[in-house]
């Protein structure tokens, strides 16, 4: 199956992405496929911090529930509060109106590229 994976982001092996200029950060189109329809996201309020590789938040499906890791050390500057509405987003639209929090960060160390990250889903 062909997943969308665009190039100017940057991914982890867990399946977060995060915009390198932005700093927004959320799940991939393969994670979402995965995941089926999501029901609901929990994410962080703005001021929070965040460490690479530790959870961030839940998203649940109405197939599973799983944690949601962040791909760099920062503070959450933005989150995204139609999901609250509108989880479904995530899975029409993963990396625009899906995205599920901004963070201030001060680099991308050891994060995938997106031919990278094609390579091991």
């Not at 915009?19 to 609901?40: C, H, K, M, N, W």
């Amino acid at each position: 199956m062909n997943f969308e994976i665009p190039d100017e982001l940057l991914y982890t092996t867990s399946h977060e992405w995060i915009d390198p200029d932005s700093g927004r950060v959320g799940i991939t189109d393969y994670a979402q496929d995965e995941l089926g329809d999501i029901v609901f996201v929990d994410l962080p309020g703005e001021g929070e911090t965040v460490e690479a590789g530790e959870a961030f938040g839940v998203i649940e499906s109405i197939k599973a529930v799983g944690d949601l890791y962040s791909p760099v050390d920062g503070e959450v500057e933005d989150v995204n509060a139609d999901l609250e509405m509108q989880p479904e987003m995530v899975n029409t639209d993963p990396y625009g109106e899906g995205w599920m929090i901004q963070v201030e960060y001060e680099d991308v160390d050891g994060l995938l590229s997106a031919e990278e990250y094609e390579g091991e889903i």
